[in-house]
């Protein structure tokens, strides 16, 4: 029986899987009416380790990484590719990270212990946060990581009188918010005046933070870092804040006579989370920061530092999806349809607290169109949890195996265990194989550190 509410004839939406190409992994292919990714046909696959799961194409990840790394040092041969590993960290990917010659960005004590449980080289690794612990900075003096992100004042004190402890020289960044306002959603804007984030430049706070790096002993000031936003199509933002910065690396020298060895810009490159999203592509991005930097340090007569980007959810975002399976479907005449699945805020919270956009396809009916419109609901016990609000998506029918693209960034890095739900393993596919990276949690995970 069909539970669905079809669209209104006046607007149909017939796409099929081959339309969602774009936002697919790069494996992605229809066989027999059904979607296959990483050689694998995900509706068998489904079967074989349960629902909810992540599927990540791992062939896919790879070719991000070397994308970047490539274009990268095409124009620039001492740039460096930062992974930000909060868009999406295990041992796996941190691997993948390393073989691809890229370094990594993380922000937590968490996300190093994950890097030195990986045996990711540490001298390669940038270490940001706005409130880092003093545990979390002795830790990272105990590894000995690249750089530290300094982003307050307190730390500037505090990672000093650290180091000094350790009597060791911490080369650090300084984080400066460039006041660009970058075009993308207020809860993932991080480069205005208004920010958690960073030294303002208006108020001088910025030029302040650098004469204090350069006169507290055990830190070794580098440069400076940005970061506008996440999510950005918008390359010219990238651009504006470019020129602040460039402005005020010629502003340092001029009053403290100190060199500004490496400007790190960030990251934030949009992705295609929808069919019409059209973001701008590696080589475009790389030639904007590249060139940019190159264009204003020479037209200042500065000598150009070494360029550092921090893509993250531009190289996960694509390769990932998730696969759930139809429990039930509920009509609300002349309202909604709900089709609900087997997992949904605890896998992925982006829906409900960004408003997100995903594009579903039944896994199991891949060929046939999504001519039909429904809200995917979650489990939870929560009328905000909501995966797809009003999508297109095919007649569903209960124990069909339903794929939401585009889920391989933030998606398992910000899950839960919320209504104790225990949360998805990922998947990695590859040449027609599969492999657990992270195994799904059982009702054992979630007692083990209940101590009542």
């Not at 027999?32 to 696959?45: A, K, Q, T």
Request: with cysteine; hydrophobic share 40%.
């Amino acid at each position: 029986m069909n539970h669905i509410i079809p669209k209104d004839p006046a607007t149909p939406d017939n796409k099929t899987a081959y339309d969602l190409m774009t936002i697919l992994p790069h494996s992605a292919e229809v066989k027999e009416g059904r979607l296959w990714i990483g050689g694998l046909d995900m509706v068998e696959l489904a079967r074989e380790t349960g629902t909810a799961v992540y599927v990540m194409d791992e062939d896919h990840l790879r070719a991000q990484l070397r994308d970047y790394h490539d274009w990268f040092a095409r124009l620039d041969p001492s740039s460096e590719v930062i992974y930000a590993g909060k868009a999406f960290c295990s041992k796996a990917m941190l691997r993948l990270v390393a073989e691809e010659q890229c370094c990594l960005d993380v922000s937590s004590g968490g996300e190093l212990a994950f890097a030195q449980a990986a045996g990711f080289p540490l001298s390669n690794v940038y270490v940001h946060g706005n409130n880092k612990t003093v545990d979390e900075l002795r830790e990272c003096l105990a590894a000995g990581v690249g750089h530290v992100v300094v982003d307050s004042f307190e730390e500037l004190e505090r990672l000093s009188r650290l180091a000094v402890e350790a009597q060791a020289t911490q080369p650090i960044l300084i984080r400066v918010t460039p006041g660009i306002e970058a075009d993308t959603h207020d809860f993932i804007k991080t480069g205005a005046e208004d920010s958690k984030f960073g030294f303002g430049l208006n108020q001088g706070l910025a030029l302040e933070a650098v004469k204090r790096a350069l006169s507290l002993p055990g830190l070794d000031f580098e440069g400076v870092h940005m970061h506008i936003g996440s999510q950005i199509f918008a390359l010219h933002s990238f651009k504006a804040a470019i020129d602040v910065m460039v402005d005020f690396i010629e502003q340092i020298h001029h009053e403290t006579g100190a060199a500004v060895r490496i400007l790190d810009t960030g990251g934030g490159l949009g992705v295609a989370y929808g069919v019409a999203d059209e973001p701008s592509t590696i080589e475009e991005y790389a030639e904007v920061i590249t060139g940019g930097i190159r264009t204003d340090c020479e037209a200042r007569g500065l000598a150009v530092p070494r360029i550092a980007v921090e893509p993250g959810r531009s190289i996960v975002a694509n390769a990932g999806v998730t696969l759930y399976t139809v429990g039930t479907i509920k009509e609300i005449p002349g309202i909604r349809t709900y089709v609900s699945v087997d997992g949904g805020m605890t896998d992925n919270i982006r829906t409900s607290l960004y408003g997100a956009h995903y594009e579903p396809v039944i896994a199991n009916r891949a060929d046939q169109p999504r001519s039909v419109t429904v809200t995917v609901a979650g489990k939870h016990c929560e009328s905000g949890d909501i995966v797809v609000s009003d999508g297109p998506l095919q007649p569903a029918e209960v124990g069909d195996i339903l794929c939401v693209c585009a889920t391989g960034a933030y998606c398992q890095s910000m899950s839960s265990n919320y209504n104790k739900q225990v949360r998805p393993g990922v998947v990695w596919v590859s040449g027609g194989h599969w492999r657990w990276v992270v195994r799904r949690e059982t009702y054992d995970d979630l007692l083990r550190c209940d101590v009542g």
